[in-house]
């Protein structure tokens, strides 16, 4: 029987950056995801990769920046593998925050003072008078960058099956052994679960993690360039894409592992947009779907080793996994090789929920 070095359980973008990281170190890699790789959440993501904003808990703003300098290098690498464009874009985000939100704006990350004024920004927005701050962040488009991902995966090399789920891990004497699905068994010392909001449930150590449902939708046939920048308010972001596709989300709900979509949520968004743009009025829905991010009780990420000899968790990203991926890799291929991390990731043990 065949074996590896690592499994990988999960074909997300977490779990196929962690691959091409560790193929990078000539380990024998297979990842097993149990649908399409690239087809669950980070299919449905919106690929803002902002590091610094309100809602970035303080113990992550670390790798969280670290992570958000590497992508050009991290975009680069995939596209040269690849021949795939991911859409990379730096025209930086405007946000529009709640009235409770603008005393707390002064002083989070950095001043972010408009580079000019709004009006010239975005021409098109409706309140120009309005407060409002700026990011210089990018943006990317999360299922090219899958595409790529997968493209430069399996350039490495890197075996890949699907449609199969993991149901528990293979054990010996406290050790790994592998991972048994429900179709066959995979032999391999090290598993590390990347399995997004189904992380959870491998046997025999589940953990709280949760799926967090996130509903959006994409306009196309609207004004070009409307908006310029990614928009952040405080009851919808709009996300443009290079192709003409406008991105509209997004919705924060514990439903379990429902991702239907809702017209009454739809509608409600994209009279949101519509406010803040009138000229989207013209735009017309291309598709809808909703995602399933994968949730912890404090908002942090999981990382590193667990108790079990030989098992180790990529997972708890919530709504940053898009812009985690580089730095996950990274810190993930050095623990997992047993070399120490090159960041603090104490605050992401695993064993905080007894693992």
């Keep these: 029987m065949k074996s590896w070095d690592v499994i990988i359980v999960g074909g997300g973008i977490i779990g196929l ?15 097993v995801e149990r ?13 803002m990769l902002a590091d610094c904003t309100l809602e970035t808990p303080s113990a992550l703003q670390a790798i969280a920046t670290a992570s958000a300098e590497m992508y050009p290098e991290f975009v680069h690498e995939l596209q040269d593998e690849s021949g795939v464009d991911v859409d990379l874009r730096s025209d930086g985000s405007l946000i529009f925050p709640a009235p409770e939100e603008l005393g707390k704006l002064a002083g989070f990350c950095v001043e972010h003072s408009l580079p000019s004024p709004l009006a010239e920004l975005e021409p098109s927005l409706a309140n120009p008078t309005q407060p409002a701050a700026f990011l210089k962040e990018r943006s990317v488009d999360p299922r090219a960058l899958v595409a790529a991902s997968l493209k430069a995966a399996r350039h490495r090399e890197v075996d890949i099956s699907s449609g199969t789920t993991v149901q528990c891990l293979l054990m010996a004497e406290g050790q790994v052994t592998g991972v048994q699905t429900d179709k066959t068994t995979y032999k391999a010392p090290v598993v590390v679960n ?8 491998l046997a025999p150590h589940t953990f709280p993690t949760r799926p967090v449902k ?7 046939g609207g004004p070009k360039n409307v908006p310029r920048h990614v928009i952040r308010a405080h009851d919808v972001y709009l996300v443009p894409r290079s192709d003409g ?8 709900e514990d439903k379990g592992y429902d991702k239907r979509t809702e017209p009454d949520t739809i509608q409600r968004l994209q009279k949101a947009a519509i406010r803040l743009f009138p000229a989207l009025a013209q735009a017309r829905l291309h598709e809808d779907w909703a995602g399933l991010r994968s949730g912890t009780p404090d908002n942090l990420p999981l990382l590193g080793a667990t108790r079990t000899s030989g098992y180790f968790v990529a997972s708890g990203h919530f709504r940053d996994g ?7 890799a990274r810190i993930m291929a050095q623990v997992v090789t047993g070399h120490p991390a090159e960041y603090d990731i104490s605050a992401f043990s695993p064993t905080r929920f007894g693992i």
């Design 194 to 201: 990347c399995a997004g909001a189904w992380s959870g449930l």
């Design 35 to 47: 649908g399409e790789p690239g087809r669950e959440a980070s299919h449905a993501a919106a690929g």
């Design 214 to 220: 996130g509903q959006m939708f994409a306009l196309i």
């Design 17 to 31: 950056s962690l691959a091409i990281a560790l193929r990078k170190r000539d380990v024998k890699v297979l990842v």
């Design 322 to 328: 898009i812009l985690l991926a580089p730095v996950t």
């Design 245 to 252: 596709r406008l991105l509209v989300g997004t919705t924060v």
